[in-house]
């Protein structure tokens, strides 16, 4: 990408890309519930509004058929749709081929958030095609749980000079480019990523490619370990994609449901493996509940995956005598969750 504004978090980035673009009140913009709340917040600063669109259950990535039927839906009702945000969750990149097809039909900007993909890639006939090189305008996040992290920051990438431009200024308080300092002729924030942080980002450059080996090591010795059992179920890696997971999450079966998921992160926890729900449904925490009217039923997909899934313990220094041990106390406690059921309690 030609352009790349730093700013001070990825959800920073975020507000920038859908400001930058001219999404303003009453403006539409197509996303997803199964994400970091953040990526449907930075729709809502702008007062435009974010409409959900379920997921794919195998990628867990934004189901481009609903999206289109959506499109179409709202138009009939002349609604006002601006731009597609679509996630690469956890590593996995959505199908960024066909989003390109309806962005361009229906005169969309596409808004692509890799902040939890950075490394990712995926092959086509010409050539790989990088996570966040796809939108108009993408993000990434370097939060301390991202493959690169500055402490705290994030940054938006684009090809577009109007939209780096824009971002530029109105990450610095709205400041005129090539005028003397104080002069603003926008509204503007305080998104500066500091040089501290840049610093700590530029030698994390250079860990780069022994990080994402190390992240996928551990990810696939999880994956082939969990396989032997078979108790849980594992992230999907589709063909021709190269993952760079930015976090580990199993779910359980179709069996279980969000009270056996609780259950399971109490055992887990008495084991001494910590872990935690990932993602909540964006739909159904309170404040968009209050705000939009959701209910459960709204986005079976999303529920389903958010009811059953948890993050295990995924960092660089895991050792496959950890990864071992990890995975044998899940199954341990799975097939504990599963004698307490069969006995009706959970």
Known sequence: MRYAIATNSGTSALHLAVRALG??????????PMSFIASSNAILFERAVPVFVDIEPHTLTIDTRLVEKRIRALRRKGKRVKAILAIDLFGNMANWRRLREIARTYKLALIE?????LGSYYRSRRGEKMAGSLGDVAVFGFYPNKTLTTGEGGMLVTNDKKIAENARSMRNQGIVKGKAWGEYDKLGYNYHLADI????GLSQLKRMPSIIKKRRFIASEYTRMFAKRGLVRT????NNFFVNPFVYVIHLPRKYDIRHRDRLLKLLEKSGIKARPY?????LTAFYKREFGYKRGDFPVTEFFADRALAIPFYHSLSRADIANIVKSVNFCVQKLASLSTGGRV
């Not at 999404?23 to 997803?32: C, P, Q, S």
Request: proline content about 7%.
């Open 279 to 283: 993602f909540p449904a964006i739909h």
């Open 113 to 117: 958030d890799s902040c939890e993909a």
């Open 197 to 200: 942080n840049c610093a700590l």
């Open 23 to 32: 999404i303003g009140e009453g403006d539409i913009v197509i996303t997803t």
């Open 235 to 238: 992230p999907v890696i589709q």
